[in-house]
C-alpha cells in the first residue's frame, strides 16, 4: 500500500538564509534560472508550506513571463521591465530565491521617478497554454495606433489630448522634449486658432505638454 502523504502545514513567512531575507506569502521573487545565462525567473510565491515538523519548506511559485518568453514574443510596444502573470505554478525550493523585487501596475510604474533594477511592470495576465492575454484589448496611441510602451518618449496634443511618438510625427526626440506646445495634424487647424485667441495664448505654458521621460 502507498504510504500517505504526510500533512503540510502553511507558513506566513520563511527565512531565505543565502540572502538573508524574510519572504512573505505573496511578495515578488527573483528565482534563479536552470540556465544561468537567462535572466533571473520573477515569480508571485502564492504559498509557503513546510512538513509538520517546519521542515522542508516549499515555496508556491506563480511565474511571471518575459514577452519574449511569450507564444507571441516581443512586441514594440512591450516595455523593457514588462512581465505577464501566468496561469503556471510551480512548487519551489526556497533556496532558489536570489532576492525580492516589486512588480508595479502599469499605472504606478508610469509614475514612478526612478525605476530601479528590481521594479517590474505587469498589465497583462497571461495563459500559458493557448498565449493569451487578459485584458485582450488596451488603448492604443498614437498616429500608429500602438499602445502605450513606458520606455518611449511621446508628446500630448494639447486638443485631442492623444500622444504621439516624436518619429510618427517627423520630430526627433530632442525637439520634442524642448515643445512648448504641441497640436496634432488633426487638431493642427483648430490649435492655431485657439493660439491667436487672447485667452488661449494666455494660459501658462506648462498646462499640458509633457514629455514622457524615458526610462532605460
Ligand atoms: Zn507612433
Ligand atoms: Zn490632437
Redesign the pocket.
Known amino acids: 500500500m502507498a504510504k500517505a502523504k504526510a500533512p503540510r502545514r502553511p507558513l506566513e513567512s520563511c527565512t531565505i538564509k543565502h540572502i538573508n531575507k524574510t519572504i512573505n506569502a505573496g511578495d515578488c521573487v527573483l528565482m534563479r534560472p536552470a540556465d544561468q545565462s537567462n535572466p533571473q525567473y520573477v515569480a508571485r510565491i502564492e504559498r509557503i508550506d513546510a512538513d509538520a515538523r517546519g521542515g522542508n519548506v516549499k515555496v508556491l511559485a506563480r511565474w511571471y513571463y518575459r514577452p519574449e518568453e511569450s507564444i507571441g514574443g516581443r512586441r514594440q510596444f512591450h516595455g523593457s521591465k514588462e512581465l505577464f502573470l501566468s496561469d503556471h505554478y510551480d512548487v519551489q525550493s526556497p533556496d532558489t530565491i536570489e532576492g525580492k523585487c516589486t512588480v508595479h501596475s502599469f499605472k504606478s510604474y508610469t509614475k514612478l521617478d526612478s525605476v530601479v533594477n528590481d521594479d517590474f511592470f505587469c498589465r497583462f495576465e497571461y495563459n500559458s497554454s493557448t498565449g493569451a492575454f487578459n485584458p485582450d484589448r488596451v488603448a492604443v496611441y498614437c498616429k500608429c495606433e500602438m499602445p502605450y510602451n513606458p520606455d518611449d518618449l511621446m508628446v500630448q ?6 500622444w504621439f511618438h516624436p518619429a510618427c510625427i517627423e520630430m526627433t526626440a530632442e525637439e520634442a522634449k524642448i515643445l512648448d506646445h504641441f ?6 487647424s483648430s ?1 492655431q486658432k485657439k493660439l491667436q485667441n487672447s485667452h488661449a495664448a494666455s494660459r501658462p505654458s506648462d498646462t499640458k505638454v509633457d514629455a514622457k521621460r524615458r526610462r532605460r
Open positions: 496634443c494639447e486638443d485631442c489630448s492623444d497640436f496634432c495634424e488633426t487638431c493642427s490649435g
